[in-house]
C-alpha cells in the first residue's frame, strides 16, 4: 500500500516538473495604429488656370476722300486683311447715278494739288502693267470699279492686290499713299492707268487706330 502512494506522487511530481518546463507564449497584445504624420509643409497652392489668348488685332487702314476741285465726290473708305489678303469697303457719295468709276491707290499720299495730281500714278511695287487686280499682272493698287447707285451712292466692297499689305513698312506696304476716285470706268487694259480719265477725289491712306 506505501508503495502505491509514493508511485502515485511521483507520478504527479513529474507532470509537475513537466508543465512548468515549457516556456509560456508572451500575450500578443495588437499595436496602436501609428497616427498620420503631421506636415509642416505649406498646403500646395493651385495654379491659376491660363487666361486665353488674345487673338492678334489685325492691321486695318482708313481714308477719308475728300472732293477734288469742281466735284462733289467725297467718302470714307477701310482696308482690312480678309483671309491673308488686303481687302477694300465703304462709300462714297455725291456722283452722278448710275455712274462707274475707277477706283485705285496711288504712289503718293499728297492730294495739295487741286486736281488730285499731286498724288502721283498708281501705287506700283511690283513694277507691273496695269491690268485687273482679279487677273496678271495688275498693279498693287489696282481695285475692280465702283457704281454708284441711283442715289449717286458707290457702296464698295472689294479685293486689292494680293501683294500688298497694311503697315509692314516695306516697299509692299499701302499705308500712306493715296486714294483716288477717277470721272471714268478704268477699261482694265490702257496703260498706264486704264484711261480712268480726271480725279474727282482723293485721300491719304492712315493707319487705323
Known amino acids: 500500500m506505501r508503495l502505491i502512494h509514493t508511485s502515485l506522487f511521483a507520478a504527479i511530481a513529474a507532470i509537475g516538473l513537466s508543465a512548468c518546463s515549457q516556456p509560456s507564449a508572451p500575450a500578443q497584445t495588437e499595436a496602436p495604429a501609428a497616427a498620420p504624420a503631421e506636415s509642416n509643409a505649406?498646403?500646395?497652392e493651385t495654379a491659376p488656370a491660363a487666361a486665353p489668348a488674345t487673338a492678334t488685332a489685325t492691321a486695318t487702314a482708313t481714308a477719308e476722300l475728300a472732293p477734288t476741285q469742281g466735284?462733289?465726290?467725297k467718302g470714307t473708305v477701310t482696308f482690312s486683311?480678309?483671309?491673308g489678303k488686303v481687302h477694300v469697303t465703304g462709300q462714297v457719295s455725291g456722283?452722278?447715278?448710275g455712274s462707274e468709276h475707277g477706283f485705285h491707290i496711288h504712289e503718293k499720299g499728297d492730294c495739295s494739288a487741286p486736281d488730285g495730281m499731286?498724288?502721283?500714278g498708281h501705287f506700283n511695287p511690283g513694277h507691273?502693267?496695269?491690268g485687273s487686280v482679279t487677273a496678271d499682272p495688275h498693279h498693287g493698287g489696282d481695285m475692280p470699279n465702283?457704281?454708284?447707285d441711283d442715289k449717286g451712292v458707290a457702296t464698295i466692297d472689294g479685293p486689292v492686290s494680293s501683294n500688298v499689305n497694311i503697315g509692314k513698312g516695306d516697299d509692299f506696304d499701302i499705308i500712306g499713299r493715296g486714294l483716288i476716285v477717277h470721272a471714268d470706268p478704268d477699261d482694265y487694259t490702257s496703260q498706264p492707268?486704264?484711261?480712268a480719265g480726271a480725279r474727282l477725289a482723293c485721300a491719304v491712306i492712315q493707319k487705323a487706330p
Open 42 to 44: 505649406p498646403a500646395a
Open 71 to 73: 466735284s462733289d465726290a
Open 81 to 83: 486683311v480678309v483671309d
Open 95 to 97: 456722283l452722278k447715278p
Open 118 to 120: 499731286s498724288a502721283g
Open 128 to 130: 507691273q502693267d496695269h
Open 146 to 148: 465702283i457704281k454708284a
Open 193 to 195: 492707268t486704264g484711261n
